[in-house]
Each structure stands twice: as C-alpha cells, then as structure tokens.
C-alpha cells in the first residue's frame, strides 16, 4: 500500500515572526523553518502504516520553495521513503486553492491508496489545501483524525468533533486529516539521518506537470494578502500587589470587576 | 447575477451553535451594506422549530433543508446541498462560523465551488461589492488583510469576535427539497463527551500550564466552573498527558479569544501566546516574576497559584 503524505515547509512556531518593508510578506532571512507540526504527525502515521502492513511506501509530497527540500529530508530521515517536491518561480505566492491544484495534478504521477495531510498548516492556517485536493482527486476526506485502522481495502477513523468523538468509514483510496493525540512523532536519529541523504527526493517544474504556469499565474489567484500587521499592542502589565494572598486575590478581583468590567 | 449574502448555521438537537448568531448578525450588516438581502440556511432532521428563531437576528429568508439523513453531520451529504443552493441562488458571500465542523463544509464547499475562502476572519469589509477580510496568521502573531475575489467569496468567521445583534424581520421561511446524494462515509459510533462549551466559543478560559506540576487541574476546573468558563491547557502540560488534546491552546492547538484569559502556571512561549493573545483581557498568575507570559498580559499576580486561584475564588464567592 502506498501512502502520500502531503507536507509543508512552515517558520518555526518558537520563532517570533517579522513583517517587510512594504508590510506584504514576512521577512525570511535569518527565520528558522520546520515541518508543519501537523504534518509530522501525517509522517509518523504514514510510517506505522508501512510498518505494519510490512510492505507499500511512503512518499511525501509538498509544493514550495527549494528550502523546502529540508523539511522533505527530516521526514524521509524519520522514516518515509521518497520525496517530491514541486518547485517553480511561476508559482510565486500560491493561495491554498492553487496549491491544492499543484498537488493534484502531481499525484496523478504517483499511485496511492492513501493521503494523509496536516488539519492546516500554521503559518497561513487557512485548512482549505486537503479538502481541495480530496476534491479535484474525487476521493473521501475524513477531517482531524486521532485514531485510525486500515482493514480490507477500507479505512476507520476516529474523528474529533466539537463535542467529542465520530467513528466512520470510508473506502480506500481516501484523504484523512491529522488532529494531536493521533500519535506522539518519533525523532530522527543520526544513522537514519545520514541514510535520507541517499533516498530519492526528486524536484519537479509546473511544466513536468503538465502545468500552464500562466493559468496558475496571480490573475488566478481568489485569496491574496493585501498587508500584514502586528496585533494592537497591549499596555504595560499591571502588576497587582499585596501584603498576603487574600489581599492579592481581593485586589486581582476588585480590579477585573471595576477596571477590566470582566467579572 | 449574482446577489445576496447567504449564511451557514450550525444546529445540533435543535439548537443553534452560539457562532451562528454571531455569524447571521455580521450577515445582516454587509446584507444591509450592500443594500442586499440575507439568506440563511438550517441543516438537519428536525430544525424547523429553531428555524423561526433566527428571524429575530436580522434573516429576510430562512431555507430550511431537512432529511432524516442530515440528523448527524456528514460533510458528503451537507456539501452538496450547500453546492446545489449556492449554484442556484447564486450569493455574492456566503459565510460560516469557523467552528470545528463548519471548517470542514466551508473548506469543501469553496473546494467544489472554486471559491476563495477566507479562514478564521477576525473582520470583514467591503471594497465595491468585494470583500476583505481581517484574519490573523500565524496563530495570533500577524495580522492580515485578504482580498478575496470571483463569486461567491467565502469567509468563516472566527467565534467569540463579532457580536451577535438582535434585529426584527419578518423573515420567510422556505422549505427546500433536499437532493440527497449517496454518503461515501459510514458512521459507525458517535462518542459524545460530556456536553462542555468548546474553548473557543467561551468567554472565560482559565489554562494552566507546567506550573500545574501534574494532572490535577481541581483547583483551575473550580474557578472556571464559577466563572461559566472552561479550563484550557498549554502544550507542555498536554504533552505530558496531564490534559487532552482537545484543551491545548497555542499555535499548534486552539486560538481562542475570550472576553477573560486566566493564565496560570504558564512561562509563556511564543506559541502558547500566538493562541491567546487576542483574548479581551488577560491575566497572568506566575511565581516567576521574571515569566515571559507578564509581558502579555493586562494584569498579572506573583504568587503560588496553589493558593492564589483558591483565594481568587473566596473573593469571587464573597
């Protein structure tokens, strides 16, 4: 069996993010990057299953910049066996739908019989790239999954909901969606490391694709970021002051009751 | 032509999902922007009865699809009568609550419509008869501004940000023949959990983080169980097993915006602030008065949280 594991290239979530000097993108240089924790999880999960079926392979694919190779070569260090990544200058700033284009039009070249995708990616947390994929592939997606099992050409999946859990059912080949608590992703270690500089990643252009770039082009585009700004910048923490605990807590109180108007 | 504003309620045993409020009254304000009309569509098997109740937040028309097949929400099902709806009446905007669920729909319905779709918005405004939404990015950390362009254009508001309005219409409500198309997806076993305001839809959010120092969250379940709130976690203390996964607030968990966030025991990581920071109001309980989290909050307290949070309490009962 083979499974795909769609994978994006995210700045580290411990990293504070910066704003350029036209204010239309975030500055790159000098940010840290990661794999979408979301994502790794699809990694993690994507290996479990070739480790128990004892066969099949697992191929992650991602759309992005070259940098984006790094995160391709942590997952195959993980444990995943091959890697693509589709890479253009006519992509430039791909919203979520054309991405989600970009991918589909790749995975007709590989042969799956599962995706497993990140719930959203956290940077631009838009969640709209696996449902579109599941889309244009016409296959079934099963959102925020912490549970799964693959049993006779069919896939179980405990989903998260608002107020709890959903057991379903769908037949293979499908897309499901990662949600934490689905499994804890292992590290990678230093031989399993050095081994993925071996494994093959392949680099692949619009065109290879059988991709208009002009068709993609930013005419195309439905979303498209006008600015970026900080959030409102709070005021200085005021600290609240006491001799004892009680006094503390009856001026932590008084304060949010007559000055915040919270209580 | 396209023309209209159409919104997507949420409705579960006959009841609406606070969000959808919220959603109807910000529908209601670019309806009457735009000199347009408001749509609203309710989902289910038995919803007619909740139905008339939107009238009272501003709908001129309410569609009302029921099916027994639409009692439990299979996004298979609920997609393409949206689609059919959309395609037939054809909306400028059509906006969702970005709850868990409606995520989901809003996702596939902009997927099969080719559709921009602006997530977790924070805002929105018009240029001409295009929208722009205000939605944050990186958890909390930014600040964008989308253009969304082509018809429809979609945008899940994010919950707990726009206020639900009370506005009189004589709204008419229209019952829809619904085309049922074949589930892929076989439900097998609902696993509800206790019936809890979800994080993001609460005003109060009391975390705790690894100055919990395990499992035991009495003391901040206590507060805010008083306070109608829910408890929420960071990601160290999920990480250790000490709450689910369903509480952790952060950048790689929920982004909440309450009216009141309590943050006890927590240092304040970056990523823990990236899903809080655009609470109301936030307060900080810490022992370390060097703790990052002080430089986000409005109110902070130095102090074993151990005896602070029962102390709060006293007072709060007082």
Redesign the interface.
Known sequence: MNVVVLLKQV?D?????E?NADASD?KTDNLKWIMN??DELAVEEGIRIREKLGSGKVIVLSVGPERATAAIRTALAMGADEGVLITDPALGKP???TT?KVLAAALKAVPFDLIIAGQRA???????V???V???LGI?????V?RQEIRGGKI?C?Q????????????LPALFTT???LNQPRYASLPNIMKAKKKPLETKSLAALGLDAAQLGADA???????????PQ??V????AGET??E???R??Q??HEE?G?? | MSDGILVVTEC?DNRF?KSTYEVVSEGRRLSDQLNTSLTVVVLGSDVLSAAAELKHYGADRVLVCEAPELA??D??RFTPILFDIVTARQPKIVLFSA???D??LA??L???L???????CTGLALEGENL?AT????????????????TPQIAALRPNVFPAAAVEKASEIERIQVKLVPS??????????V??L?LTESDVVVSGGRGLGGADFSVLETLAGL?GGVVGATRSA?DEGWR???D?V????K?VSP??YLACGISG???HI?GM??S?????INKDSDAPI???????????LF??VP??V???QK
């Open positions: 700045p979530t411990e990293s504070l993010i704003i975030i924790p979301y919203d979520p739908l989600a956290v940077d631009d947390d838009s969640y709209l696996p449902a579109a599941a889309e244009y079934p997606m099963l959102g925020m912490v179980q405990e998260s909901l608002q107020d709890g859990t959903a057991v379903v059912e769908t037949d949600q934490r608590g585009l439905k979303t498209r970021i006008l600015s970026l700004a900080f959030p709070r005021k923490c005021k600290m609240i605990v009680e503390k807590a009856a932590l109180v304060t949010l915040a919270v209580l | 579960a999902r439990d929400f996004s298979d709850s868990i669920r995520k989901q996702t596939r902009a997927a099969k080719h559709a921009g779709l602006a997530m977790e722009i939605r944050s990015m990186y958890g909390s950390k930014l600040i964008a501004k989308v253009a969304l362009a082509g892929r997806i076989r439900l097998i076993e609902k696993r509800q959990s019936a809890k979800d306070l999920v689910p996964h369903a952790q952060g950048q790689t968990g982004v009216k009141l990581a970056i990523q990236a920071s655009s109301g109001c936030i307060v900080a002080f430089r986000y909050a409005d109110y902070g307290i130095v102090g074993n005896e602070l102390a709060i006293k007072q709060i």
